[in-house]
């Protein structure tokens, strides 16, 4: 039951406990009502192997409940469930093609390992559980182990089960994710091992490296020969793209469309209504005895009503604007905001000066019943206005008793509820270095504070404002849908979709590679459905049904214009980059003959030839040459094989072919370590080398087909 005590003590961190584990058993069920494909059950498959819809499901709903364990909410938005589901899958690529791999090889992990690190405690994701020492706020392994034990006597009691196992699942969740990751590192460790460097590299990366270069350069732009004047043919083109094939391989298949999106807005009508609505509300805020607090509520207002007064620029703009001129209880409104589509009324009540700023200690005094806790808060307080220590006392009590900063910023602009509001304004309002008591009604708790410190004093208001934005109302939005819906029925091509949608007031966007991964189309929220027809039905030229999407206020059609399978990319789609690239290849071998014979006046004195100097350059730091807005690192290869007042043969670079004077070389006074500068060479030479894990990637032939479910 111990536990089960530090369980209850965990405050916040147990409800969240107890909603996720009500989440999973919902989700469960969910799942196996609604489950969205009756075909096959696998995701997608890596190395042959497949990867089941309840494998990634069961990863998918164990991740992000360590989301929302870590981050306190029972809550994620669409995009962090987005971010989720391609981490999961990442991981599970990952983890299944690095233990293949270490399977063929023997590397292993073994239990043993996996305690010997819970023991240390300092792996970085001990540091996110629960189980830490309250003193150091450092993972504690006893704390863990008592859990543990806890666990397995209490997992099978109906009621403390389903808080255990959550926890108990968390925990499990850490376990494997370190696991994984150690086999990923010993894998790595013994490729970038297999990596050694030699002292003749070690000197010369140091000496480049501790060296800078002045250069003077003339340089000829690719720009100054006209592409008309430089023949490519078709053979050429298809040279180059053999040569550069393995450039253009595409992992996975994708989608070129074409698609029309309208999104649905208020009519004039709608925010006449609204205005009109705002109008009946402002009559009631004249009211002497209005109740403010269900106003705001029951008129949805988007500025949640305070008693509390806030900064003016906590306010809507259209409000501060107003305030240092308004007189108590004026109304104004309603008032139309362009910028947000929003009308405006507010009540202007009163003014005062609050400091921005407070420091306080606080103490918490809970006793048996309400009698109990009032005598014991008025015991304590006796006994600190006769010169108690404050944190002694706390620690009495189990508590730290440290100063706290309270922020205008932690409260001003939220909704608050009733207690907040008692404890923000006695405390706001507590002169300094006076003891207190804060009581609510119906908590038996009570909180001795002292105000020890204020900063910042600023002039402050208090309003109620009711703020709506326009909204479409359904006879709007079903205006909307009728139209797109002809549009939509009139079109049975990709042809027919680009004649027709000026006809209608639409305009037609396009979308280039979009693959079965995407989360989204057009970036508009809920368009799952139009990614799987266009993934699993679509075929090119054809029109996709109506699509109702966005945050219910958005309707899409879509078609697909060219479909790219795995594999090497069509010459036909980089076509036009080869052909740039061999035009400068062409002009920069004209450039080169022109320069030939010539000095380095003479090429400056060449037609379209630019002059720079361009100091300090080096390895550490590759030039940017400003005249040609181009990075070239080719130059600072050149310079290093130079002596002072040496010119360059002509270079070719990214953006122009040049030619560079050494003005200076200077070199750094540093002493050369072998060892250490062994040690940076083998660190360059790695971060290359992990181009291994991409590598395998390619090979893995995976598979992903979560569009088909999620």
Same mark, same amino acid.
């Given at each position: 039951?111990?536990?089960?005590?530090?369980?209850?003590?965990?405050?916040?961190?147990?409800?969240?406990?107890?909603?996720?584990?009500?989440?999973?058993?919902?989700? #469960?069920d969910?799942?196996k009502?609604?489950?969205p @494909?009756? #075909?096959?059950?696998?995701? #997608?498959?890596?190395?042959?192997?497949?990867?089941?819809?309840?494998?990634?499901?069961?990863?998918?709903?164990?991740?992000?409940?360590?989301?929302?364990?870590?981050?306190n909410?029972?809550?994620?938005?669409?995009?962090?469930?987005?971010q989720?589901k391609?981490?999961?899958?990442?991981?599970?690529?990952?983890?299944?093609?690095?233990n293949?791999?270490?399977?063929?090889?023997? =590397?292993?992990?073994?239990?043993?390992?996996?305690?010997? =690190?819970v023991?240390?405690?300092? @792996?970085?994701?001990?540091?996110?559980t629960?189980?830490?020492?309250?003193?150091?706020?450092?993972?504690?392994?006893?704390?863990?182990?008592?859990?543990?034990?806890d666990?397995?006597?209490?997992?099978?009691d109906?009621?403390?089960?389903?808080?255990?196992?959550?926890?108990?699942?968390?925990?499990?969740?850490?376990?494997?994710?370190?696991?994984?990751?150690?086999?990923?590192?010993?894998?790595?460790?013994?490729?970038?091992?297999?990596?050694?460097?030699?002292?003749?590299?070690?000197?010369?990366n140091?000496d480049s490296?501790?060296?800078t270069?002045d250069?003077?350069?003339?340089?000829?732009p690719?720009?100054?020969?006209?592409?008309?004047?430089?023949?490519?043919?078709?053979?050429e083109?298809?040279?180059?793209?053999?040569?550069?094939k393995?450039?253009?391989?595409?992992?996975?298949?994708?989608?070129?469309?074409?698609?029309?999106?309208?999104?649905?807005?208020?009519?004039?009508?709608?925010r006449?209504?609204?205005?009109?609505?705002?109008?009946?509300?402002?009559d009631?805020? $004249?009211?002497?005895?209005?109740?403010?607090?269900?106003i705001?509520?029951?008129?949805?207002?988007?500025?949640?009503y !305070?008693?509390?007064?806030?900064? $003016?620029?906590?306010y809507?703009?259209?409000?501060?604007?107003?305030?240092?001129?308004? $007189?108590?209880?004026?109304?104004?409104?309603?008032?139309?905001?362009?910028?947000d589509d929003?009308?405006?009324?507010?009540?202007?009540?009163?003014?005062t000066?609050?400091?921005?700023?407070v420091?306080?200690?606080?103490?918490?005094?809970?006793?048996?019943?309400?009698?109990?806790?009032?005598?014991?808060?008025?015991?304590?307080?006796?006994?600190?206005?006769?010169?108690?220590?404050?944190k002694?006392?706390?620690?009495?009590?189990?508590?730290?008793?440290v100063?706290?900063?309270?922020?205008?910023?932690?409260?001003?602009g939220?909704k608050?509820?009733?207690?907040?509001?008692?404890?923000?304004?006695?405390?706001?309002?507590?002169?300094?270095?006076?003891?207190?008591?804060?009581?609510?009604?119906g908590?038996?708790?009570? =909180?001795?504070?002292?105000?020890?410190?204020?900063?910042?004093?600023?002039?402050?208001y208090?309003?109620v404002?009711?703020k709506?934005?326009?909204?479409?109302?359904s006879?709007?939005?079903?205006e909307?849908?009728?139209?797109?819906?002809?549009?939509?029925?009139? !079109?049975?091509?990709?042809?027919?979709?680009?004649?027709?949608?000026?006809?209608f007031?639409?305009?037609?966007?396009?979308?280039?590679?979009l693959?079965?991964?995407?989360?989204?189309?057009?970036?508009?929220?809920?368009?799952r459905?139009?990614?799987?027809?266009?993934?699993?039905?679509?075929?090119?030229g054809?029109?996709?049904?109506?699509?109702?999407?966005?945050?219910?206020?958005?309707?899409?059609?879509?078609?697909?214009?060219?479909i790219?399978?795995?594999?090497y990319?069509?010459?036909?789609?980089?076509e036009?980059?080869l052909?740039?690239e061999l035009?400068?290849?062409?002009?920069?071998?004209?450039?080169?003959?022109?320069?030939?014979?010539?000095?380095?006046?003479?090429?400056?004195?060449?037609?379209?030839?630019?002059s720079d100097v361009? $100091?300090?350059?080096?390895?550490?730091?590759?030039?940017?040459?400003n005249i040609?807005?181009?990075?070239?690192?080719?130059?600072?290869?050149?310079?290093?094989?130079?002596?002072?007042?040496?010119v360059?043969?002509?270079?070719?670079?990214?953006?122009?072919?040049?030619?560079?004077?050494l003005?200076?070389?200077?070199?750094?006074?540093?002493?050369?370590n072998?060892?250490?500068?062994?040690?940076?060479?083998?660190?360059n030479?790695?971060?290359?080398?992990?181009?291994?894990?991409?590598?395998?990637?390619?090979?893995?032939?995976?598979?992903?087909?979560?569009?088909?479910?999620?």
């Amino acid at each position: 039951m111990a536990t089960l005590q530090k369980l209850r003590n965990m405050g916040p961190l147990l409800i969240i406990i107890v909603g996720l584990a009500l989440f999973a058993f919902i989700a #469960g069920d969910a799942w196996k009502i609604l489950q969205p @494909h009756q #075909g096959s059950l696998n995701v #997608g498959s890596v190395n042959g192997k497949e990867i089941s819809v309840t494998e990634y499901q069961k990863m998918f709903d164990e991740y992000t409940n360590v989301l929302k364990l870590l981050r306190n909410t029972n809550n994620l938005s669409e995009e962090d469930y987005a971010q989720a589901k391609d981490y999961v899958w990442y991981t599970l690529v990952r983890s299944q093609i690095i233990n293949d791999e270490a399977e063929k090889i023997g =590397i292993t992990f073994t239990d043993a390992e996996l305690q010997s =690190i819970v023991n240390e405690g300092t @792996h970085p994701a001990l540091q996110q559980t629960p189980f830490y020492n309250p003193q150091t706020r450092k993972f504690d392994v006893d704390a863990l182990n008592q859990f543990l034990s806890d666990y397995e006597q209490y997992k099978n009691d109906e009621n403390f089960a389903m808080q255990y196992k959550a926890l108990y699942d968390f925990w499990r969740f850490i376990e494997n994710s370190i696991a994984d990751e150690m086999i990923a590192q010993k894998y790595q460790a013994l490729v970038m091992n297999s990596i050694i460097s030699n002292p003749v590299v070690a000197k010369s990366n140091f000496d480049s490296n501790n060296a800078t270069y002045d250069i003077e350069i003339k340089a000829i732009p690719y720009s100054a020969i006209a592409d008309s004047t430089v023949s490519v043919s078709n053979s050429e083109v298809k040279k180059l793209y053999k040569e550069k094939k393995d450039l253009f391989k595409q992992l996975t298949e994708s989608r070129s469309i074409k698609y029309v999106s309208s999104k649905v807005t208020p009519s004039a009508q709608d925010r006449e209504d609204l205005r009109a609505e705002l109008a009946e509300i402002a009559d009631s805020l $004249k009211a002497d005895n209005a109740d403010y607090e269900n106003i705001s509520r029951f008129a949805y207002s988007e500025v949640p009503y !305070c008693k509390i007064a806030w900064a $003016k620029d906590v306010y809507p703009e259209e409000v501060q604007v107003r305030l240092d001129n308004a $007189k108590e209880n004026e109304v104004f409104g309603p008032i139309y905001n362009a910028s947000d589509d929003s009308y405006t009324v507010f009540k202007y009540l009163s003014s005062t000066t609050v400091a921005d700023s407070v420091k306080v200690k606080l103490l918490y005094v809970t006793a048996e019943n309400n009698d109990a806790t009032k005598a014991l808060a008025d015991s304590i307080m006796t006994v600190l206005k006769g010169g108690a220590d404050f944190k002694e006392l706390a620690k009495k009590y189990d508590q730290e008793g440290v100063e706290n900063w309270i922020k205008s910023s932690d409260y001003e602009g939220a909704k608050l509820q009733e207690n907040d509001v008692v404890y923000l304004s006695t405390i706001l309002n507590a002169d300094k270095n006076k003891y207190g008591v804060i009581e609510f009604d119906g908590v038996p708790t009570k =909180i001795i504070f002292m105000v020890t410190e204020k900063k910042n004093p600023e002039k402050k208001y208090n309003a109620v404002v009711i703020k709506r934005q326009s909204q479409f109302s359904s006879e709007t939005y079903n205006e909307a849908y009728n139209k797109f819906s002809q549009f939509v029925a009139s !079109c049975k091509n990709t042809e027919d979709l680009e004649s027709k949608a000026e006809e209608f007031g639409y305009t037609v966007l396009e979308q280039n590679y979009l693959f079965n991964s995407a989360h989204n189309i057009a970036n508009l929220p809920q368009t799952r459905n139009a990614i799987k027809w266009l993934f699993s039905e679509a075929k090119v030229g054809q029109v996709s049904p109506l699509y109702e999407c966005g945050n219910n206020d958005n309707l899409l059609v879509i078609t697909p214009t060219k479909i790219s399978e795995q594999g090497y990319v069509a010459l036909s789609e980089v076509e036009s980059e080869l052909k740039y690239e061999l035009l400068n290849d062409k002009k920069a071998e004209s450039i080169i003959a022109q320069m030939s014979g010539k000095s380095f006046d003479e090429i400056g004195a060449m037609n379209g030839a630019k002059s720079d100097v361009v $100091k300090r350059i080096s390895f550490s730091a590759p030039a940017f040459i400003n005249i040609t807005s181009s990075s070239e690192p080719v130059i600072c290869a050149a310079a290093t094989r130079l002596n002072e007042g040496e010119v360059s043969a002509p270079i070719k670079g990214n953006n122009a072919v040049y030619v560079i004077k050494l003005i200076s070389k200077t070199s750094k006074e540093a002493e050369f370590n072998a060892e250490s500068e062994g040690n940076n060479v083998k660190m360059n030479v790695q971060r290359s080398a992990s181009q291994y894990l991409k590598d395998l990637n390619e090979n893995s032939n995976t598979v992903d087909n979560r569009y088909l479910f999620f």
